[in-house]
């Protein structure tokens, strides 16, 4: 039996399709020297993770919610150094276990045939590739418990052979030009035939402005990831906006407060409690940082009037692309069909936009596999 994985490690969750299906966690991995969970306070998306030298980590909303209420800085996982560090192996290895899990093949395992593939941010991959895949390869062997149920022990092997990287501006072309099995659609191939093309990858770190030439080559000189244009300086602002009444918020605790308590918080003020809604605070900031990015477009690529195409894919790019899309719209320089948000679409059903990435991933391992 094949499981097909591919992992689109972002800053604020890890998105997975395995054999068709969709999932994601919160990726926040936190090592702990805890041996049991209380069972009172779980909930089905706590994760716990024990390998096989009996070191525990805390993963997902489980980790997400002791970084908060133990006010940790986590701002180096927040870094590209997260992609050699002991946490990512982690949450690679709940991402497989889940995938096994949701595939019903856990009693398969030993005998599973797994290919896997790691899409990562433009800038990095060639730094890190080797690493991952280093990580990735030989045999696995862990135990994980997931809410109120046992933990379960895992032991699979995946050859080098089956593991790959790919950017993940790549991915998104591939998920808009390629079918299920990874090969060409060719009534979506114009995005590479008639270019160029600029894809705006917008993630919770890091927005990649990526320029595609015709034919389909990257043009590596107009090419960057950009970290100024991303939700964490969204959050940021929102945090800044915050800790004038607040000193314990930062960025990384916005995504957390925002699923707590219809995403409101409170503070004193003049001695009587005030309560925020952090989903206006952010809508303001959002329409700031979207403004600030159409600006430094324009200063970059001469107001966008040598591409034919902008392909805006992952979460940010979302949230941005209305605002970006009447600004260029109201300038006579785009319309809908020339400046479009990737669409997720895999197995004739449309995913949210945020797995565009891990779809692309997912089409292209079955075109390295399959081909």
Do not use: W
Request: net charge negative; aromatic share 10%.
């Amino acid at each position: 039996m094949k499981l097909y994985i591919a992992v689109d490690p972002g800053f604020d969750s890890m998105k997975v399709v395995a054999n068709g299906k969709t999932f994601k966690f919160p990726f926040n991995v936190i090592e702990t020297n805890e041996r049991k969970m209380n069972d009172y306070r779980l909930r089905e998306d706590f994760m716990l993770l024990e390998r096989s030298d009996g070191s525990t980590y805390r993963v997902g909303q489980y980790a997400r919610e002791q970084l908060y209420d133990n006010k940790q800085e986590i701002n180096d996982f927040y870094t590209e150094q997260r992609f050699i560090s002991a946490e990512f192996q982690v949450g690679l290895d709940t991402a497989i276990a889940l995938a096994i899990e949701k595939n019903e093949l856990y009693d398969s395992q030993a005998n599973l045939e797994i290919h896997l593939i790691v899409a990562l941010p433009h800038a990095c991959r060639n730094l890190y590739a080797s690493t991952i895949i280093g990580a990735a390869t030989g045999p696995h062997k862990f135990k994980l418990r997931c809410g109120r149920g046992e933990a379960k022990a895992y032991h699979f092997n995946i050859p080098e052979a089956n593991i790959h990287t790919v950017s993940q501006t790549i991915a998104a072309i591939l998920g808009e030009t390629s079918d299920d099995n990874g090969a060409v659609n060719e009534d979506k191939f114009y995005y590479l035939s008639n270019g160029p093309t600029l894809v705006l990858d917008g993630g919770y770190y890091t927005m990649g402005m990526v320029v595609v030439s015709r034919g389909g080559t990257i043009d590596e000189d107009r090419t960057e990831s950009n970290t100024r244009f991303a939700m964490a300086n969204v959050n940021a602002k929102v945090a800044e906006e915050i800790r004038k009444h607040r000193s314990d918020v930062n960025h990384y605790s916005i995504e957390y407060l925002l699923g707590k308590d219809s995403g409101s918080i409170r503070y004193m003020e003049n001695g009587k409690a005030v309560t925020a809604n952090i989903n206006e605070i952010r809508n303001r900031k959002m329409t700031e940082v979207c403004s600030e990015l159409i600006e430094y477009l324009n200063a970059k690529y001469n107001n966008l009037l040598d591409f034919q195409y902008v392909l805006v894919t992952g979460g940010t790019g979302f949230n941005f692309y209305a605002q970006i899309l009447q600004y260029y719209e109201d300038a006579g320089l785009m319309d809908p069909e020339h400046m479009m948000l990737t669409s997720g679409e895999l197995e004739e059903r449309r995913n949210p936009i945020e797995y565009a990435i891990a779809i692309g991933a997912y089409k292209g391992l079955k075109g390295i596999v399959n081909s």
